[in-house]
């Protein structure tokens, strides 16, 4: 079975410093991962994914993710983090339909990232 | 920008009554979920349609709850009777294709009393 684990429940940083937020998985074939962020009472919003191809993967708002297949690690990045950041982030797997998955998203529990000024 | 709809944004019932949440899906996305977000977890597929054809309801209650998308555009999920540890956010979601990425809605927010 698929999983994520997101080992943070909070992440605390000063606006203008980078940012990390961790990400860990674990699936039995080709790893299909995305970053999606939520607001207060909205829904998530999607910010990048690694199918195959480099392991720096760009998205959203400034945002990026580091593909690391001997880690199995997936973690969120922002060279320089801004107050409007501050949400929940969820690192989610998504099972290999050629292998028989449905395209089914895992989620893990999920990071509370706070930018203070 | 096209989005994901959900109504009601918000709702409260009582326990042992019925309820139900509707979801319109991006225009041509083909394939549409229902997840469950329990406060502080991540969200849990609850049932994903491909068209009208339910491909995956394995974490269903199917018990008391029950999904239909019978033109294969939106969709109503509908909890019969509601218990108190039905309270969660419902989130839509959906995508053009089984392999493409998923865009949720704003959720429905319920609350069992």
């Known amino acids: 079975a698929q999983s994520v684990a997101q080992p943070e429940d909070q992440v605390n940083v000063a606006e203008g410093n980078p940012l990390t937020v961790k990400c860990t998985y674990s699936?039995?074939?080709?790893?299909?991962l995305f970053w999606y962020v939520q607001y207060p009472n909205r829904g998530l919003q999607f910010l990048l994914k690694?199918?195959?191809?480099?392991?720096l993967v760009k998205g959203s708002y400034g945002f990026e993710a580091e593909f690391n297949k001997s880690q199995t690690s997936f973690h969120l990045k922002k060279p320089s983090a801004l107050v409007s950041d501050s949400a929940l982030y969820f690192c989610a797997v998504r099972d290999d339909i050629l292998t028989g998955g449905g395209n089914k998203l895992t989620f893990g529990t999920g990071t509370q990232l706070k930018v203070e000024l | 920008e096209a989005e994901v709809a959900q109504s009601p944004r918000y709702k409260i019932t009582e326990k042992s009554q019925a309820v139900a949440f509707w979801c319109d899906p991006i225009?041509?996305?083909?394939?549409l979920y229902w997840y469950r977000q329990i406060l502080g977890q991540g969200p849990e597929l609850l049932v994903q349609?491909?068209?009208?054809?339910?491909?995956?309801d394995s974490q269903l209650p199917k018990d008391r709850f029950s999904a239909e998308r019978l033109k294969g555009v939106d969709s109503t999920l509908k909890i019969q009777p509601a218990e108190l540890g039905d309270s969660a956010m419902y989130l839509c979601a959906s995508s053009l294709g089984r392999r493409q990425e998923q865009y949720f809605g704003p959720g429905t927010r319920l609350t069992v009393t």
């Open positions: 699936v039995s074939g080709n790893p299909y």
């Open positions: 349609f491909q068209d009208e054809s339910v491909v995956d």
């Open positions: 225009s041509g996305h083909a394939t």
């Open positions: 690694y199918i195959t191809g480099d392991n």
